[in-house]
């Protein structure tokens, strides 16, 4: 069974970190796309990062370029996304998703919220 598991959510204060963990199962991560997106009730879903399946390129929003960082753990097929300096709109709920051919499969969210 393919499955994505998000963790490290939580309330932090503006201007803190948090390290969000994207776990796969039933397939390598290796040979997928991965990104993370973000939804606040009443918005879109938007693209946060991402980091390619080949050659590990990554792709971050204006919004948090500088202030993210994605990476990928090959031993435990888990992607990280670490949020520095985070601000309170980036309070939503963070998904992970991944892309092998022409499957995509998404987790179930973690939410993160910034306030004082």
């Known amino acids: 069974q393919v499955q994505l598991v998000e963790s490290g959510g939580g309330l932090v204060q503006p201007g803190g970190s948090l390290r969000l963990s994207c776990v796969a199962s039933g397939f390598t991560l290796d040979y997928a796309a991965i990104g993370w997106f973000r939804q606040d009730p009443g918005k879109e879903r938007e693209g946060v990062s991402c980091i390619g399946s080949s050659d590990g390129s990554t792709y971050y929003a204006a919004s948090v370029k500088g202030r993210f960082t994605i990476s990928r753990d090959h031993r435990k097929n888990t992607v990280y996304l670490q949020m520095n300096s985070l601000k309170p709109e980036g309070t939503a709920v963070y998904y992970c998703?991944?892309?092998?051919?022409?499957?995509?499969?998404w987790g179930q969210g973690t939410q993160v919220t910034v306030s004082s």
């Open positions: 998703m991944g892309q092998t051919g022409q499957y995509v499969y």
